[in-house]
């Protein structure tokens, strides 16, 4: 094996059908086919269409990421995959193709956790992670303060949100002012014209004897809806820039007072910031002018790395074997509520067999 | 010929390797929820059972469906990979035919029947056969109830509603050498077999989220 090892990472754990390539720290390619225009007249990802798309997007975007990068398949110190968490049915069709591609070319298989792969994507950008490293994982899926020594084998949850994902609130939010969907992208081009202290939306979760280092959204969004309706129903128009700005404000006080108050309390000194929501600017903006003010520094990666793709996988497939972690059993399963502090799956799926034992054939 | 067969449209994860001749070795395990863990170690059992190096192989058949499409997707995905990765022809194969070739060799050869397997939500995928076992119909998704019911038939949907498939017997679900056996005859007598595609027939379950709902009270 190379002193860097050159590792393809496939991420289907949502709608994006995502194959990256990487030697040691370096991008080599960051193929991605989305599905998201399918799933833009239901408000929502709908999770059949996802895996009907990973599964018709699958082999011509690994072959587009060998292309792009200008490796062979043979060439592969390593296959990692997304086991969980996400969509089960989607999650399934990339380690299914995972296995195959790491039994036909006999390769090691990893198996690897979607969030932990969020944040180790960042040595693409920065280099590696220093330890420990604090992380504020922020998209439509998860919300979470994380803690990690090592990104190969320590992810220790600080907190979590208590109901909706950022993202999620972003997507509702854009529902109610009839933005469409996805909410990030639109919410914040709209905030950029309207002023962030028009409105005081609720702050949820900050409170004395609130959890630190928990989150929640779902207070915040209804506040926005009943505002937003209480004006329509008023018959005056609604301020949809101050709204997505008071709204985006909210959001991001939030997310980066608590993530600088982990990283105090835990004598942390860096901060990453991964996950869709990261891309957004005002969140990007006042996380640098709060860890600039506390002295701690800031590791996000550009936008397109911050959303799910398979960079972020290989990424820390390529971690993995840097660091000989133990690969994947062949028998590895897709596990849609994997822990996060499971970083990786490297043991046999003990579970399954103990299941089997009991059943036996009698299915 | 040395091909790789597997089929995950059915509860059964089977597995076959078949010289163009006869099966070398098959593996076949009924367990519904873990075709994904299973697939890939029937595989790499399967060619050492058969003493079968992966890169001698020449052909991929697998089946297509219909079948439930959680299952389904790990041999399509796992077929579209292994061909890409060992540079190997993929060939698609209708469940049901393979299900029919299985009966036809256990003896109801000479009579048309019917093939049936278990659709879920109380319907059948199926598909309909004549004496010499060439497909008249299907495959479609119906309810059990709004079917003609046949003389003869086979499959876990059948046995499944006995009403509606009176007489019913095995196969149950399909087996990768039989598989294996369908795709080198209709290869051998120059017909083409189906892309490596899945077989839905039924749109995605998707439903358009009914507006946008108030939250203050009406
Ligand atoms: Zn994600």
């Known amino acids: 094996m190379a002193d860097e090892p050159l590792v393809l990472g496939i991420e289907t754990s949502c709608d994006e059908t995502g194959v990256g390539i990487v030697r040691g720290t370096t991008l080599l390619a960051d193929a991605v086919a989305s599905s998201v225009n399918d799933h833009a007249r239901f408000g929502g990802v709908v999770p059949e269409i996802a895996s009907r798309a990973h599964l018709e997007a699958m082999v011509p975007t690994i072959q587009r990421a060998l292309d792009t990068a200008g490796v062979k398949a043979s060439d592969l110190d390593g296959i990692a995959v997304t086991a969980g968490p996400g969509l089960a049915g989607a999650l399934l069709v990339g380690v299914s193709a995972a296995k195959a591609y790491a039994w036909a070319l006999d390769k090691p298989l990893y198996g690897v956790n979607h969030l932990a792969s969020h944040i180790c994507v960042d040595q693409l950008e920065h280099g590696r992670l220093p330890s420990p490293t604090m992380a504020l994982l922020v998209s439509g899926g998860h919300s979470s303060l994380l803690l990690s020594e090592d990104i190969t084998t320590d992810v220790r949850p600080l907190g979590a949100t208590i109901d909706d994902a950022a993202g999620e609130a972003f997507d509702k939010v854009a529902r109610v002012l009839g933005l469409g969907f996805p909410g990030g992208p639109v919410v914040d081009r709209r905030a950029r014209e309207g002023d962030p202290k028009a409105i005081a939306f609720p702050r949820g979760l900050t409170g004395p004897k609130d959890p630190e280092y928990d989150f929640s959204f779902s207070g915040l969004k209804t506040a926005v809806a009943r505002w937003v309706e209480a004006k329509r129903r008023a018959g005056e128009e609604v301020p949809i820039a101050d709204v997505a700005a008071s709204f985006q404000e909210a959001v991001t006080d939030v997310l980066t007072r608590k993530a600088v108050k982990a990283c105090k309390d835990n004598g942390v000194d860096h901060l990453m910031i991964g996950g869709g929501v990261a891309a957004n600017s005002r969140l990007r903006e006042m996380a640098q002018q709060r860890c600039d003010r506390a002295g701690i520094r800031l590791r996000v990666p550009r936008p397109g790395l911050c959303t799910d793709n398979g960079a972020m996988v290989a990424a820390l497939g390529s971690e993995m074997v840097w660091r000989d972690r133990a690969p994947s059993s062949l028998d590895l399963s897709a596990d849609s509520s994997l822990p996060v502090t499971e970083v990786h799956v490297p043991h046999t799926d003990f579970h399954g067999q103990a299941y089997q034992a009991l059943t036996g054939q009698q299915q | ?218």
């Open chain 2, 1 to 218: 010929m040395l091909l790789l067969a597997f089929d995950t449209a059915t509860p059964a994860v089977t597995a076959a390797v078949h010289d163009g001749t006869a099966v070398l070795a098959e593996t076949d395990q009924v367990d519904a929820r873990r075709h994904g863990e299973l697939l890939i170690p029937a595989i790499d059992r399967v060619l050492r059972e058969a003493g079968v190096d992966r890169h001698r192989l020449t052909d991929i058949a697998v089946g297509v469906g219909p079948g439930p499409y959680t299952g389904l997707r790990v041999g399509l995905v796992t077929a579209a990979a292994l061909g890409h990765a060992l540079g190997l022809p993929v060939h698609g194969v209708c469940t049901l035919d393979a299900i029919a070739h299985a009966a036809r060799a256990e003896g109801l050869a000479g009579e048309a029947f019917t093939v049936a397997t278990d659709a879920r939500r109380k319907e059948v995928y199926w598909a309909a056969y004549d004496a010499e076992g060439r497909r008249t119909e299907g495959p479609s998704v119906d309810r059990p109830g709004e079917l003609t019911p046949p003389a003869r038939s086979v499959g876990a949907g059948a046995l499944l509603y006995p009403d509606a498939f009176p007489g019913a017997h095995g196969p149950e679900h399909v087996s990768a050498g039989a598989l294996a056996a369908f795709a080198a005859a209709e290869l051998a007598a120059g017909r083409a077999l189906l892309p490596n595609a899945p077989l839905y027939l039924r749109r995605p379950d998707a439903q358009v989220p009914a507006g946008y709902k108030a939250v203050l009270p009406a």
